[in-house]
C-alpha cells in the first residue's frame, strides 16, 4: 500500500491510506480539484440539511420552531457535521474528516463516520449512542433512534457495514452488523440484533432478529411505532398451545381409549409422559 498523498511506501502499514508525514503537515494539493464538482457537493450539503430540518419537524412531534431544532436537537447538529465531513472526505483531505466526526460525537454522543453515505430526510431521534460505521450505505427517509449501531464484522478494508434502503425506521437499541441489505419499506424493532438480509416491506424483531412479513401494509412514509411490533415467540407459544390442545381433544375423544385414563408427568427440564 502507498500513501494517497505522496506515493510513500506504507509497507506493513495495512489499514493506512496516508503517511504519518502527510498526516501531520496536512499537505493537500487543492489546485488538483475539480471546482465544479465542488460546487455541486457544497450544493448538496444546503440540500441535505434543508431535507434533514424538515424531516425533523415532520417526525417528531415535540419539535415546535427551527431555532429550537437547530439548537437542540443533537441528531440535527451530528448530521451537519457529517455531510461537511463527508464532503472533506470524498475530496480526499487527510485528518479533518476524522477530526469532524470526533467533535460530532463530543458534542452529541453520536458517531458517524465521515465516509458513509447517507442520503435525504434522514433523521436521528435523540441519538445517544447512535454509531454508524464507514462503509454503512443508507438510503432516503430514514429515521433511528437512540442506541442504534449500523456495525461492521470485519477487519479487512472492504464493504463491512450494513446498506439500508428508504423509508426504514430502526428502533432504539437495534444493532445492524456486517455488510447485510435492509430492503426498502422495513421496519427494524427495538433492541433487535440483525445479522441476515431483510427483503423490503418486513418487519424485524427479536435477538437473532427475525422476519415478520407485513404482506399488503407497507410501513407509511412517516412512521414512529417502532415499539408497535409483533412478538415471535409468543407467536411459537400460542401455536404450540393450539397444537397440544388439538392433539388432547382428538386423544380423549377417541372411543377406543374413552375408559382408560391418562396421566401426562411433566418432569423438571419437561421430559416424560
Given at each position: 500500500m502507498h500513501c494517497l498523498n505522496c506515493g510513500k511506501d506504507l509497507r506493513g502499514k495495512n489499514g493506512h491510506a496516508y503517511c504519518a508525514e502527510c498526516i501531520l503537515d496536512l499537505d493537500y494539493k487543492a489546485s488538483d480539484l475539480d471546482h465544479e464538482e465542488l460546487d455541486k457537493s457544497l450544493q448538496k450539503i444546503l440540500d441535505f440539511f434543508i431535507s434533514d430540518v424538515n424531516a425533523a419537524f415532520h417526525k417528531d412531534p415535540a419539535a415546535n420552531t427551527l431555532l429550537e431544532v437547530l439548537m437542540s436537537y443533537p441528531g440535527i447538529k451530528a448530521v451537519?457535521?457529517?455531510?461537511?465531513?463527508?464532503?472533506?472526505?470524498?475530496?480526499?483531505?487527510?485528518?479533518?474528516?476524522?477530526?469532524?466526526?470526533?467533535?460530532?460525537?463530543?458534542?452529541?454522543?453520536?458517531?458517524?463516520?465521515?465516509?458513509?453515505?447517507?442520503?435525504?430526510?434522514?433523521?436521528?431521534?435523540?441519538?445517544?449512542g447512535v454509531v454508524i460505521g464507514e462503509t454503512s450505505e443508507i438510503g432516503n427517509n430514514v429515521t433511528i433512534y437512540a442506541g442504534v449501531v449500523l456495525g461492521g464484522v470485519s477487519l479487512e478494508q472492504k464493504k463491512r457495514h450494513p446498506t439500508i434502503g428508504n423509508n426504514v425506521v430502526i428502533g432504539t437499541g437495534a444493532k445492524l452488523l456486517g455488510p447485510i441489505t435492509i430492503g426498502d419499506d422495513v421496519k427494524v424493532g427495538a433492541n433487535s440484533v440483525v445479522v441476515n438480509d431483510v427483503p423490503s416491506n418486513s418487519v424485524?424483531?427479536?435477538?437473532?432478529?427475525?422476519?415478520?412479513?407485513?404482506?399488503?401494509?407497507?410501513?407509511?412514509?412517516?412512521?414512529?411505532?417502532?415499539?408497535?411490533?409483533?412478538?415471535?415467540?409468543?407467536?411459537?407459544?400460542?401455536?404450540?398451545?393450539?397444537?397440544?390442545?388439538?392433539?388432547?381433544?382428538?386423544?380423549?375423544?377417541?372411543?377406543?381409549?374413552?375408559?382408560?385414563n391418562y396421566e401426562i408427568n411433566f418432569g423438571e427440564y419437561g421430559e416424560g409422559i
Open positions: 451537519l457535521i457529517y455531510r461537511i465531513a463527508h464532503f472533506f472526505f470524498k475530496i480526499g483531505m487527510p485528518f479533518i474528516p476524522r477530526y469532524l466526526s470526533d467533535i460530532a460525537r463530543e458534542i452529541t454522543g453520536i458517531e458517524i463516520h465521515p465516509g458513509a453515505q447517507i442520503g435525504s430526510d434522514f433523521f436521528i431521534d435523540h441519538g445517544s424485524v424483531v427479536g435477538v437473532p432478529g427475525k422476519i415478520i412479513s407485513r404482506e399488503g401494509d407497507k410501513i407509511k412514509r412517516i412512521d414512529l411505532a417502532h415499539g408497535d411490533l409483533p412478538d415471535p415467540l409468543s407467536i411459537a407459544i400460542a401455536t404450540l398451545n393450539s397444537r397440544i390442545k388439538f392433539l388432547e381433544d382428538k386423544l380423549l375423544n377417541n372411543d377406543k381409549h374413552k375408559k382408560n
